[in-house]
T-cell receptor, first 114, second 112 residues
Framework: ETGVTQTPRHLVMGMTNKKSLKCEQH?????MYWYKQSAKKPLELMFV???????ENNSVPSRFSPECPNSSHLFLHLHTLQPEDSALYLC?????????????FGEGSRLTVL | EDQVTQSPEALRLQEGESSSLNCSYT??????LFWYRQDPGKGPEFLFT???AGEEKEKERLKATLTKKESFLHITAPKPEDSATYLC?????????????FGAGTQVVVTP
């Protein structure tokens, strides 16, 4: 496996379900991120983890709960979502304070909330 | 607050027809301006980082330039495989690493 891997690629859930998105990075980076991409809207930063500590929570509703057990893995736990939460959820990683500052993205998890 | 505006929203080109995409930005102290390419159903793929006005970077048929208020992505003699959505993002000096403000993107379609 190389780069940033996200599972599942597609997820359909009801408003009362609980599910999780998983992200794994194989790049040796020390920071990981969750971004949300809705149709025709700019990517929105949700959470930032640096060295396994959450350093940013961009006013995200509590129905989204991130977890970063180590520097290679990132989860987004979902519960009692709303239909407007349907979007592409992108995980990214980077090496803080070095490199060009670029983010490396996974292919995303397409979430549909019924 | 950082702001990024990309234009046009969509661009349809004939193969070989060169054009430019615009990214206008406002940011408090530019740390970096980033260009990404995104194919349908995929995550964004990093293209360039520009740090200061006057800087230029090239990759195959793509060339990115930067001024104090905007950046351009020039596509020279495009091919159908250049069809994608191109995203611009900025990071301000007050922002933590990885905290990028993205524009909505320009969708480019290149027809044979």
């Amino acid at each position: 496996e190389t780069g940033v891997t996200q599972t599942p690629r597609h997820l359909v859930m009801g408003m009362t379900n609980k599910k999780s998105l998983k992200c794994e990075q194989h790049l040796g980076h020390n920071a990981m991120y969750w971004y949300k991409q809705s149709a025709k809207k700019p990517l929105e930063l949700m959470f930032v983890y640096s060295l396994e500590e959450r350093v940013e929570n961009n006013s995200v509703p509590s129905r989204f709960s991130p977890e970063c057990p180590n520097s290679s893995h990132l989860f987004l736990h979902l519960h009692t979502l709303q239909p407007e939460d349907s979007a592409l959820y992108l995980c990214a990683s980077s090496q803080e304070r070095s490199g060009d500052g670029e983010l490396f993205f996974g292919e995303g998890s397409r979430l549909t909330v019924l | 607050e950082d702001q990024v505006t990309q234009s046009p929203e969509a661009l349809r080109l004939q193969e070989g027809e060169s054009s430019s995409l615009n990214c206008s930005y406002t940011v408090s102290g530019l740390r970096g301006l980033f260009w990404y390419r995104q194919d349908p159903g995929k995550g964004p793929e990093f293209l360039f980082t520009l740090y200061s006005a006057g800087e230029e970077k090239e990759k195959e048929r793509l060339k990115a330039t930067l001024t104090k208020k905007e950046s351009f992505l020039h596509i020279t003699a495009p091919k159908p495989e250049d069809s994608a959505t191109y995203l611009c993002a900025v990071q301000g000096s007050a922002d933590s690493w990885g905290k990028l403000q993205f524009g909505a993107g320009t969708q480019v379609v290149v027809t044979p």
